[in-house]
């Protein structure tokens, strides 16, 4: 197997299971729509259905298309990152694993929609009066995967803007 398929995979795996774990517990230990305060005011454990996309985005629990939906982009999705890795500088250990974390946010999801026609979200945070959607493990994944390939991006972007810059400055 290609290094950076095993690394993304790896990664993919280690985002996976313990989101499925851990939506498992929620599912066992709390009632729909139940919320246990951990800090009160500011954090709480709860139990919540999503049939949107990451942090409740387009979540309307009276219908069905959402679901359909975000299979058909997860679907997608994963066969973009796929080419992605394929095409990928090997040195780019940001970028493979940003992709892998992705990739794992994207199928631990992908596995409550085939599974339960629904994501299930747990981590419940108000801030103020301000309060975030819940979200889960596969998120934080996903928001963390993006934000390394954003990076990346933009440091390949940068050393190429200053490879180049060297050489016209040289005259060549």
Same mark, same amino acid.
């Given at each position: 197997?290609?290094?950076?398929?095993?690394?993304?995979?790896?990664?993919?795996?280690?985002?996976?299971?313990?989101?499925?774990?851990?939506?498992?517990?929620?599912?066992?230990?709390?009632?729909?729509?139940?919320?246990?305060?951990?800090?009160?005011?500011?954090?709480?454990?709860?139990?919540?259905l999503n049939k949107g996309a990451a942090f409740g985005f387009l979540n309307n629990p009276d219908s069905n298309w959402?679901?359909?939906?975000?299979?058909?982009?997860?679907?997608?999705?994963?066969? *973009?990152?796929?080419?992605?890795?394929?095409?990928?500088?090997?040195?780019?250990?940001? *970028?493979?694993?940003?992709?892998?974390?992705?990739?794992?946010?994207?199928?631990?999801? *992908?596995?409550?929609?085939?599974?339960?026609?629904?994501?299930?979200?747990?981590?419940?945070?108000?801030?103020?009066?301000?309060?975030?959607?819940?979200?889960?493990?596969?998120?934080?994944?996903?928001?963390?995967?993006?934000?390394?390939?954003?990076?990346?991006?933009?440091?390949?972007?940068?050393?190429?803007?200053?490879?180049?810059t060297r050489r016209s400055g040289t005259g060549g």
């Amino acid at each position: 197997m290609d290094s950076r398929l095993k690394t993304a995979s790896l990664l993919a795996a280690g985002v996976i299971i313990p989101d499925q774990i851990t939506k498992a517990v929620i599912q066992q230990k709390y009632a729909l729509w139940e919320t246990d305060p951990v800090i009160p005011g500011f954090f709480n454990m709860a139990h919540v259905l999503n049939k949107g996309a990451a942090f409740g985005f387009l979540n309307n629990p009276d219908s069905n298309w959402q679901v359909w939906f975000f299979v058909a982009v997860t679907v997608l999705a994963v066969g *973009f990152i796929s080419y992605l890795l394929a095409t990928a500088d090997p040195g780019d250990r940001f *970028f493979i694993w940003g992709l892998g974390l992705v990739l794992g946010g994207a199928l631990g999801n *992908f596995i409550d929609r085939i599974r339960f026609g629904h994501v299930v979200d747990f981590l419940d945070f108000h801030v103020g009066g301000y309060h975030w959607p819940a979200f889960n493990v596969a998120d934080i994944a996903i928001t963390c995967g993006a934000f390394s390939v954003i990076v990346s991006m933009y440091m390949k972007n940068r050393r190429e803007h200053k490879t180049e810059t060297r050489r016209s400055g040289t005259g060549g």
